[in-house]
């Protein structure tokens, strides 16, 4: 199993070694890429993101026994971005429905860029992987073809056979680590849009519920 395991190290480190310079600098752009993955994961998952709207019946509770400070208090007691905006409009709920509206608006502008941000690094990272990956496939062919003249003509055909597979290493690890960052940018952005669409939704609902209460209470 150890000889194993030792081969297949050794198979990945001639991999990246055949495949010349650019092999380095894809796995560079790549690390860059999965670090972002990994820190927007985790504010994604466990600081933005709450349970959209089991939060929004546990604040209509509180709101409809005319709890205010209580729903105030559930928002405080967590750092996802939903509880942060409509904490907000709560501290306005005896003003009126501009100002509350007003006050949800404000936070959320804050609040949303925060959530999409270096989103869009991931797909730029996985366009310059790509990118490399092809590049240093046509830098793998322009050597072996300049490389030919000083070749004898019957080891011509295996020069340029090895030359060839030698580029396409380039092209392959490019589209891999292009894969895998598109695809965790799918993901992320997907986790992303949810919560943008429930603070969307849930403001309207709590300046709806604020509004309607105000009616009744009048």
């Known amino acids: 199993m ?3 395991g030792v081969s297949i ?5 001639g991999f990246i070694q055949n495949g010349g310079v650019f092999m380095g600098v894809i796995l560079v752009v790549w690390g860059f890429g999965v670090a972002i993955s990994f820190e927007r994961f985790r504010k994604l ?3 933005f993101d709450v349970d959209g709207p089991s939060f929004m019946n546990e604040i209509q509770r509180y709101v409809l026994s005319n709890d205010i400070q209580g729903a105030i208090r559930v928002c405080s007691g967590t750092t996802a ?3 942060k905006v409509l904490k907000n ?3 306005r709920a005896n003003q009126g429905t501009e100002q509350i509206q007003n006050a949800l608006d404000a936070t959320a502008l804050e609040i949303v860029p925060k ?14 992987l790509t990118l490399f990956g092809l590049l240093g496939t046509i830098q793998g062919l322009m050597n072996s073809f300049s490389a030919l003249d000083s070749v004898d003509p019957a080891q011509k055909a295996e020069f340029l056979s090895k ?3 030698t580029a396409m290493n380039t092209t392959f690890l490019g589209l891999i680590t292009a894969i895998s960052i598109m695809v965790v940018h799918a993901i992320l952005t997907s986790k992303s849009d949810k919560i943008v669409n429930e603070i969307d939704e849930f403001s309207v609902k709590l300046l709806d519920l604020l509004g ?4 009744a209470d009048k």
Do not use: C, F, H, W
Request: proline share 3%; net charge neutral; charged share 20%.
């Open 2 to 4: 150890e000889e194993s």
């Open 9 to 13: 190290i050794n198979q990945i480190a």
């Open 45 to 47: 998952t466990k600081g």
């Open 81 to 83: 971005a939903l509880p």
């Open 89 to 91: 409009g709560l501290k």
């Open 115 to 128: 959530v999409e941000m270096r989103l869009g690094y991931l797909q730029l990272i996985a366009n310059i």
């Open 163 to 165: 030359g060839i597979s």
């Open 212 to 215: 309607t209460k105000d009616q």
